[in-house]
């Protein structure tokens, strides 16, 4: 490969790791430039979410001070969040590759909008108050991430909001401690779903990890990882959004005009 797309993916990638520690949605950027230097969709999904994985648990190592007191979630959201990743992740790789091309520019509107809607949806769990952690709340919120699970395992953009969203409406208001639990959650899903992909590889549908171009892409990702870690106390998650959210409007743009106009 050409040492320019190799540091155009790197550059992707450290970027990508940060933006998912400090606000989500880095796949925004990954997946786009691995499409950019001429993979499939399916490869790019896979090797996105292979070499992102660093940059999650990076993300993960870097706000585990923030996990305390939430034990009681973890261990019931885990579980699904695991499950759910296993399902999606088999998903993308049964949908055909025609198809999956055919997704992309939906799945980067589709993220592009969850990290919209991140403000409207804050301001709304804020006017509804918290709620006591019932059964009923704790089942809700367990299928709720499940569902998560399984579009963090089929493409994963935009999966911060849905989960802050869930633990907003089971009471958590800490918006670090909160973080520190979606990136545990994430690290979860991105991590099964890269088992299941790895698995599928060598059973039945090879080709789709490009071996030399995640290894880059992983080394900068855990170092934007750990470096979006430490600047999310102090860079505006809000400022970060925006501008993911800008570029994903343009992208999805680009990909419907791409896709369906030429």
Partial sequence: MHIGSILTVMAAAFVAGAINSIAGGGTLVSFPALLGIGLTGQQANVTSTLALLPGSFGG????????????????????????????????????????????????????TVLLAANDPVGKLLKKMGNHERTTGWWIGAMVFQFIVGIYGGYFGAGIGILMLAALSLLGLTDIHQMNGLKNLLAL?????????????????????????????????????????????????????????????????AWYFYKTYAL
């Fill in 188 to 252: 979860c899903m991105n991590g099964i779903a890269v088992f299941a992909f790895l698995g599928m590889e060598y059973l039945r549908h090879p080709g789709n990890v490009q071996w030399a171009i995640a290894g880059f892409m992983a080394i900068a990702a855990g170092l934007g990882g750990l470096f979006g870690s430490h600047m999310a106390h102090r860079v505006g998650r809000t400022t970060v959004r925006y501008g993911v959210i800008s570029i994903g409007f343009v992208l999805a």
């Fill in 60 to 111: 993960f190592w870097g706000h585990r001070d923030d996990l305390a007191g939430t034990k009681a979630f973890a261990k019931r959201l885990i579980p699904v969040s695991l499950v759910g990743g296993v399902l999606g992740a088999w998903a993308m790789l049964v949908t055909p590759q025609k198809l999956f091309d055919q997704l992309v520019p939906w799945l980067i509107l589709a993220a």
